[in-house]
């Protein structure tokens, strides 16, 4: 099933197109139709191997992925489109579980949403998720290489090519998690609140996801070493120069 109904309003996400991959009717098409007044091209697949195969071919700006699918499961749909071709994935699941948010960042997955969810609060995670994409890209472009690594003990973080290095091994971040980590480590040994990440990284004007800022600093952790990242309880985060830096 597809909707298209671009609107040329000149926003970055205007004309984005969305695959959601979701095996429940009802569902796919609330997202599909809402998504659609939005200006926004979908397509919507309802297994996991024709969500692989739709995020292949159509090349999508974003992917709005369900956990539980027939055949094989989100997570391991999000691990084959990300070894692809990094996207924007939201991730849906029935069951607010902070050890499976933790596995879906792992895998490769942006944001999570736990069923029942409001469809105005998905249409604002993905115009988060496709304003750091478009804002990614306009840096990158801008840049052009020129822009040096910045380089912190073993960690190296190059933000023209958006890759990271620690110890000389490539770490694979998600978008958000990048962006997370630039931001931490661009004012070393400086606490940032929980709500100021929330507004600059996620673009979101309200201190109510919270948890999602805890959640990314608990993938963070777990891909470069739980000794990076200091938490300040009751604050935030501050990024701690590696001892050889």
């Avoid at 969305?18 to 200006?39: F, N, S, Y």
């Avoid at 050890?99 to 998905?122: C, H, N, Q, W």
């Avoid at 709500?195 to 919270?210: H, M, P």
Wanted: net charge negative.
């Amino acid at each position: 099933m597809s909707v298209t109904s671009p609107r040329p309003d000149g926003s970055p996400s205007a004309g984005a197109s969305i695959l959601i991959v979701e095996d429940e009717p009802a569902i796919a098409t609330a997202i599909a139709q809402r998504l659609g007044a939005e200006g926004w091209r979908t397509e919507v697949a309802r297994d996991g191997l024709s969500g692989v195969d739709a995020a292949a071919r159509m090349q999508p700006d974003a992917v709005v992925l369900d956990v539980m699918l027939p055949g094989i499961d989100g997570l391991e749909v999000c691990r084959r489109i990300q070894a692809e071709r990094p996207v924007p994935i939201l991730m849906l699941t029935a069951r607010d579980d902070e050890t499976d948010m933790l596995i879906g960042l792992g895998v490769g997955a942006d944001d999570y949403m736990t069923k029942p969810f409001s469809m105005r609060e998905l249409v604002a995670r993905l115009k988060a998720l496709l304003r750091r994409v478009d804002r990614a890209a306009q840096a990158s472009s801008a840049s052009d290489g020129a822009e040096p690594p910045m380089v912190i003990g073993d960690v190296v973080i190059d933000r023209a090519q958006r890759r990271v290095h620690r110890a000389e091994q490539e770490i694979h971040l998600t978008p958000t998690e990048f962006e997370l980590l630039v931001m931490l480590a661009s004012s070393p040994k400086t606490v940032q609140t929980r709500e100021r990440l929330l507004a600059e990284v996620w673009d979101w004007a309200d201190a109510s996801g919270t948890r999602t800022v805890d959640s990314h600093i608990k993938a963070l952790r777990r891909k470069l070493g739980a000794d990076l990242i200091r938490t300040v309880h009751g604050v935030g985060y501050a990024f701690e120069p590696p001892t050889s830096a």
